[in-house]
């Protein structure tokens, strides 16, 4: 036999699968909040990167151009004073420079449009290099020569017109590129504000909820409580005055019971008192019936007689007594007396043994009545002179 | 403080019987079968009430309770028995023995009656 539970696991309570249910929605949220956040900084991480990649590129593009034009000047002062130091002046600008070209090719290497530019400005610085080194050849064979192949460079190519305008135009482009980064990160800023607070207060909408929902199942299960009380002490109440009816009724059988017994065992002590009395009687009783018939006897008529009770019980009372003055067989001077309602007193007798043997005793009839109407009565007989003496009366074969 | 009852009665039924009914009634019984052990009671525990039958096995009821009466003078008495008492013969001589008479064919409901009658209950 399976007993049933009356308390149920936690999970299968609604409430708190509804409540697993929100906060595991509020942990999703969370992460998927944390998983963009992450996201967008990775995002503005690498948009600074670009943005100081570009600073770079622009650093070092105006650096050409610087060492293009130190490099230039370096080159005049030479050409003018033929000094040793100017013309290592130019030389240090111009190694410069080409390390500046070098970081810028490095730099845009990855961006096609720009690394073409850069190697552009290559192609022009190299062409200004040459241009010094061909100033300087000639410088040291004819300082006027020298001068005019600088004058005749400037004037016909313009390199350093040029390198400064491809120059502009990647300082233009990295900076439009700049801009354009900027927006890009200021965007993915405000997305990623807008993704925290909309997480931020969906997530608070959602404790709101559970808070909500906890509360309404307390109450409920407050009141549930209550309710439970309630029933259980009126279900003590009922069971406490059912009790007190029972042990009322109990308490009234015991008492029954006990009156039962008590009256039961009352009669019987009286009738054994009368049976006491009748039988501590040493004259002859015997009680007959408004027929005359024998109904009770008392010892003293047993050991007179020799007649056991079951010998003389219902046998009719003339088979052992008569009055002596009873001469007809048909009148009955005691019956007479018995409807009469009358008593005799000091009448002669003779009572017959079981032997057939003649006793002679004075007799006295009491009629019985019961409610005023004569039930029966008591033959009382005095033995009259000296009681026989004892006889063996189970010899006898003619025991009645 | 629960009211002490002294039973004597040579009968063993009616002993029981009386001290089952009088202890579920509350009171505390001591129920007793010769005179002489009743006499050596109210020594040792004086009853506030005696219920006592008429014929003992050593004695007579009225003569134990006369010498009940010399120890405890104010403990009332009563009579319970089998010997029918006509009322005359009880107020002419029994009353100046015992506080009241009862026979025993009397219901234990009037016996308890009496008795709360006779304790002031």
């Known amino acids: 036999m399976t007993v049933p539970s009356t308390s149920h696991p936690p999970a299968r309570d609604p409430t708190i699968r509804r409540v697993l249910a929100f906060f595991a929605l509020i942990a999703a949220v969370l992460i998927t909040v944390v998983a963009l956040a992450v996201r967008n900084i990775n995002r503005a991480e690498r948009s600074a990167d670009w943005v100081n990649h570009t600073h770079a590129v622009?650093?070092?593009?105006?650096?050409?151009?610087?060492?293009?034009?130190?490099?230039?000047?370096?080159?005049?002062?030479?050409?003018?004073?033929?000094?040793?130091?100017?013309?290592?002046?130019?030389?240090?600008?111009?190694?410069?420079?080409?390390?500046?070209?070098?970081?810028?090719?490095?730099?845009?290497?990855?961006?096609?449009?720009?690394?073409?530019?850069?190697?552009?400005?290559?192609?022009?610085?190299?062409?200004?290099?040459?241009?010094?080194?061909?100033?300087?050849?000639?410088?040291?064979?004819?300082?006027?020569?020298?001068?005019?192949?600088?004058?005749?460079?400037?004037?016909?190519?313009?390199?350093?017109?040029?390198?400064?305008?491809?120059?502009?135009?990647?300082?233009?482009?990295?900076?439009?590129?700049?801009?354009?980064?900027?927006?890009?990160?200021?965007?993915?800023?405000?997305?990623?504000?807008?993704?925290?607070?909309?997480?931020?207060?969906?997530?608070?909408?959602?404790?709101?909820?559970?808070?909500?929902?906890?509360?309404?199942?307390?109450?409920?299960?407050?009141?549930?409580?209550?309710?439970?009380?309630?029933?259980?002490?009126?279900?003590?109440?009922?069971?406490?005055?059912?009790?007190?009816?029972?042990?009322?009724?109990?308490?009234?059988?015991?008492?029954?019971?006990?009156?039962?017994?008590?009256?039961?065992?009352?009669?019987?002590?009286?009738?054994?008192?009368?049976?006491?009395?009748?039988?501590?009687?040493?004259?002859?009783?015997?009680?007959?019936?408004?027929?005359?018939?024998?109904?009770?006897?008392?010892?003293?008529?047993v050991r007179l007689t020799g007649r056991e009770p079951a010998a003389l019980i219902d046998r009719p009372l003339a088979d052992i007594v008569r009055l002596t003055g009873d001469t007809s067989v048909n009148f009955d001077a005691m019956a007479v007396a018995l409807r009469e309602g009358r008593e005799l007193r000091a009448q002669p007798a003779v009572v017959t043994d079981a032997l057939g043997q003649p006793i002679t005793a004075r007799l006295a009839l009491f009629p019985v009545r019961d409610r005023d109407k004569v039930v029966g009565g008591i033959i009382v007989l005095e033995v009259l002179g000296s009681p026989p003496p004892q006889r063996d009366f189970a010899r006898s074969p003619s025991l009645l | 403080m629960k009211n002490h009852i002294l039973i004597v009665d040579d009968e063993i039924e009616i002993r029981d019987l009386l001290s089952l009914f009088l202890t579920s009634s509350g009171y505390r019984v001591t129920a007793v079968e010769t005179a002489i052990e009743a006499l050596r009671l109210v020594h040792v525990d004086p009853p506030d009430l005696i219920i006592s039958d008429l014929q003992l096995e050593d004695s007579d009821g009225l003569e134990m309770i006369a010498q009940l009466k010399a120890e405890l003078p104010d403990t009332p008495v009563i009579l319970l028995t089998g010997v029918l008492f006509d009322a005359q013969v009880f107020r002419d001589t029994l009353s100046k023995k015992v506080s009241a008479y009862l026979m025993k064919t009397s219901p234990l409901s009037r016996i308890r009656e009496e008795i709360e009658r006779l304790l002031g209950e």
Do not use: C
């Open chain 1, 58 to 301: 622009i650093l070092e593009i105006d650096a050409i151009l610087a060492t293009v034009h130190a490099g230039d000047g370096a080159l005049r002062t030479f050409v003018m004073t033929g000094d040793a130091r100017d013309q290592g002046a130019g030389r240090d600008a111009f190694s410069s420079m080409s390390e500046h070209l070098e970081i810028a090719k490095a730099l845009t290497r990855d961006e096609a449009a720009q690394h073409a530019q850069v190697l552009r400005l290559e192609t022009l610085a190299n062409q200004r290099a040459n241009l010094t080194q061909r100033v300087i050849a000639a410088w040291q064979i004819d300082h006027a020569e020298a001068v005019r192949t600088l004058t005749a460079a400037d004037g016909s190519a313009a390199t350093t017109a040029e390198i400064r305008r491809v120059v502009e135009r990647l300082k233009a482009d990295e900076m439009a590129l700049l801009a354009e980064r900027d927006t890009a990160a200021f965007l993915q800023a405000q997305t990623t504000r807008w993704t925290v607070w909309t997480g931020v207060a969906l997530d608070f909408l959602l404790l709101s909820a559970t808070a909500w929902l906890i509360r309404d199942d307390l109450q409920a299960r407050r009141h549930a409580t209550a309710v439970l009380a309630e029933a259980n002490a009126q279900l003590e109440a009922r069971v406490e005055a059912r009790t007190s009816e029972l042990s009322t009724a109990n308490a009234r059988l015991v008492s029954e019971n006990l009156e039962q017994r008590w009256a039961h065992q009352a009669a019987e002590h009286q009738l054994r008192y009368q049976q006491n009395v009748f039988n501590a009687l040493n004259d002859l009783v015997l009680v007959v019936t408004k027929a005359m018939n024998i109904s009770r006897v008392n010892p003293a008529v």
